[in-house]
């Protein structure tokens, strides 16, 4: 009898399936880590960008583009990590 529990489309998956499917979800989980360590960079970065904002000449704000390269990843790899993620979570 199938598990009722998980979504209809993984009820009758073959052994490969499952496997390509853990897969899947790893490299998901793999990415909203990334996405959580640049996290914690963006909010140390942030400590800096208003200074940077404020005081550095022209166009010269490096803080700032730092920022917002991390700001960037996170939104990437974030989103494409839940994508991957979806579904329901084997339980180990």
Not at 67 to 74: C, D, E, N, Q, S
Request: proline share 7%.
């Amino acid at each position: 009898m199938a598990n009722s529990l998980l979504p209809p489309e993984e009820r009758n998956l073959t052994p490969d399936q499952v496997e390509a499917l853990d897969k899947r979800r790893d490299l998901g989980h793999t990415f909203l880590v990334i996405a959580g360590q640049f996290g914690v960079i963006a909010t140390i970065l942030l400590l800096w960008v208003g200074q940077d904002l404020s005081y550095s000449p022209g166009w010269a704000h490096p803080m700032a583009y730092y920022f917002a390269l991390a700001v960037g990843i996170i939104i990437v790899f974030g989103l494409t990590g839940l994508v991957l993620r979806r579904g329901t979570p084997r339980v180990d």
